[in-house]
């Protein structure tokens, strides 16, 4: 099992940048794939971003609607997977949570995939 914290959330406006950090402990980080996902009230928990354990920087892949916008990346020397979000919009707030796992072949955008979640953080982009 792995522990992750996530932090750096917070109220920016439109347009502004904000990066994401989700802390983990636990000596399999480095072989799951790590995610992030988003959730407003009333609405399932959405995809926005996976890194895979690969040795380097590992295969990344984006949900459409933050494609060019977010990037996702880790530091497997500090057990740490970010999210740096560009040019952020209104529609991107959202609780934000950190997941890590290892989903079967082309399901990293499940929630039931991933076994271990944070707490998660609250993103709030103004108009």
């Known amino acids: 099992q792995v522990q992750l914290v996530e932090s750096g959330g917070g109220l920016v406006q439109a347009g502004d940048s904000l990066r994401l950090s989700c802390a983990a402990s636990g000596r399999t980080f480095t072989t799951y794939t790590m995610a992030w996902f988003r959730q407003t009230p009333g609405k399932e928990r959405e995809f926005v971003a996976a890194v895979t354990w690969y040795v380097g920087t590992g295969t990344t892949n984006y949900a459409d609607s933050v494609k060019g916008r977010f990037t996702i990346f880790r530091d497997n020397a500090k057990n740490t997977v970010y999210l740096q979000m560009n040019s952020l919009k209104p529609e991107d707030t959202a609780v934000y949570y950190c997941?890590?796992?290892?989903?079967?072949?082309?399901?990293?955008?499940?929630?039931?995939?991933?076994?271990?979640w944070g707490q998660g953080t609250q993103v709030t982009v103004s108009s």
């Open positions: 997941a890590g796992g290892n989903p079967r072949s082309g399901r990293y955008t499940y929630t039931r995939e991933y076994g271990n």
